[in-house]
């Protein structure tokens, strides 16, 4: 190797070396940002409701909220051991409507945890029943907006989380991922705001957390309704996966729930009706008797 040849050598590994510096330490530099939302699925009388609780905590601040805790021998063990750690600060319950399934675990909740409630005004105990579109915070971090969606019982309430870009709602028994709720206390046109006006306008990227494991069942009545390429797709995964919330947006939703798809042309053909709160109606009287 000449003389040049050497320096010339030198002299570019040199600078290789001082870009690779400056590289890292504006990597460094950059702010670091973490999600501070985790939300914790606790399954309850799996095998037979299927209903599901759910702990969400702002990590940061460690302040956390339980929803829908109905089966206290299954969530206590759980909220014990987080907060004998020291891992969170239990904050509220939330309940998403009165049914026992939800809001029937309070009062055995309550001996343990002497907290508010936030629920519908016929949940049990409840200490805050809130506005629709009404806001609360968990922690440093999480915003939560109330949104009342009377059809399954009268005091539905659904509640949509957000964490800078990560959003989610928790939808009880009025959406199901694939399906939604009976109409114990409310009829079509109330099911059709709650999924069509109230939780579709939720940005497409919200996940959806419903209160019960459902989908597989959901799943079969949609392939006979309409089987598109979403249903399909549901299909494969739901057969493929024992849980399904938090797997899908609203987004989804909008492509594979026949009860959110009631202008679709292929289901008023099958159901004999065009207008939208007819073609609920007619959807969910089906579904009842499948």
């Known amino acids: 190797m000449t003389l040049l040849a050497a320096s010339v050598k030198r002299a570019s590994l ?15 530099q950059q702010p670091i940002t973490s999600r501070a939302m985790h939300i914790q699925s606790i399954p309850m009388w799996e095998g037979t409701g299927n209903n599901y609780a759910y702990l969400v905590t702002d990590d940061k601040s460690k302040e956390a909220v339980i929803i829908d805790p109905a089966n206290p021998p299954e969530v206590l063990p759980v909220l014990n051991e ?15 409507h009165h049914h026992h399934d939800h809001a029937g675990g309070n009062v055995e909740i309550l001996k343990r ?9 016929d949940c049990s105990k409840v200490t805050t029943t809130p506005e629709h579109k009404s806001q609360f915070t968990i922690g440093d971090s999480i915003k939560v907006t109330a949104l009342h ?20 709602v928790f939808t009880g028994d009025t959406l199901f991922i694939g399906g939604c709720g009976r109409f114990f206390e409310g009829n079509a046109k109330e099911m059709h705001k ?7 306008s939720l940005p497409d990227d919200t996940k959806v957390y419903p209160g019960h494991e459902y989908t597989k069942g959901n799943v079969r009545f949609a392939k006979k309704v309409l089987n598109n390429d979403a249903i399909k797709k549901l299909d494969e995964y739901s057969q493929a996966n024992k849980e399904t919330q938090g797997k899908f947006t609203i987004g ?12 679709d042309k292929n289901i008023h053909d099958l159901v004999g009706e065009t207008e939208p709160v007819q073609v609920m109606k007619a959807l969910r009287e089906m579904k009842d008797r499948s």
């Open 252 to 263: 989804d939703e909008k492509q594979h729930n026949v009860f959110m798809r009631v202008n």
């Open 194 to 200: 709650a999924l069509n006006e109230t939780l579709a």
């Open 82 to 96: 987080k907060t004998e750690s020291g891992a969170i600060k239990l904050t509220k319950i939330i309940n998403t």
């Open 113 to 121: 945890f002497d907290l508010p409630i936030v629920g519908g005004k």
């Open 14 to 28: 040199t600078l290789t070396s001082r870009s690779i510096v400056r590289s890292f330490t504006n990597v460094m």
């Open 149 to 168: 969606t009377p059809c399954h019982t009268q005091d539905s309430i659904c509640y949509f989380f957000e964490d800078g870009a990560e959003r989610v």
